[in-house]
Nanobody
Framework: QVQLVESGGGLVQTGASLRLSCAAS?????MGWFRQAPGKEREFVAA????????THADSVKGRFTISRDNTNNTVNLQMNNLTPEDTAVYYC??????????????????WGQGTQVTVSS
């Protein structure tokens, strides 16, 4: 069983930056970030392979968000720059059992954190 705990959310203004962190209880394989805005489906944001060698980002955040990981302390981070109100959502960290792929579907992830709220005001 993998336990994931997110942190780093908050209320910021348009154009600001936030750094989300996800602490895992054990070493993990591919990790991902998803987000869910009120009234919307949970959507893929970014994913990174077990050693950080490959990563991918959703088109909506490409160039603004960057996923990274530090396997020495089992953490995955999401650096979010130039935030807009459209980025307002609960952000979830997720762990997949796959090793070298970068899945974007929710069903491909086996463990989820409780989520952290990000609110961007205009």
């Amino acid at each position: 069983q993998v336990q994931l705990v997110e942190s780093g959310g908050g209320l910021v203004q348009t154009g600001a930056s936030l750094r989300l962190s996800c602490a895992a209880s054990v070493r993990t394989n591919t990790m991902g970030w998803f987000r869910q805005a009120p009234g919307k489906e949970r959507e893929f944001v970014a994913a990174i392979t077990w050693n950080g060698g490959r990563r991918t980002h959703a088109d909506s955040v490409k160039g603004r968000f960057t996923i990274s990981r530090d396997n020495t302390n089992n953490t995955v981070n999401l650096q979010m720059n130039n935030l807009t109100p459209e980025d307002t959502a609960v952000y979830y960290c997720a762990a997949s059992k796959v090793l070298i792929d970068l899945p974007k579907g929710r069903a491909d992830y086996d463990y989820w954190g409780q989520g952290t709220q990000v609110t961007v005001s205009s």
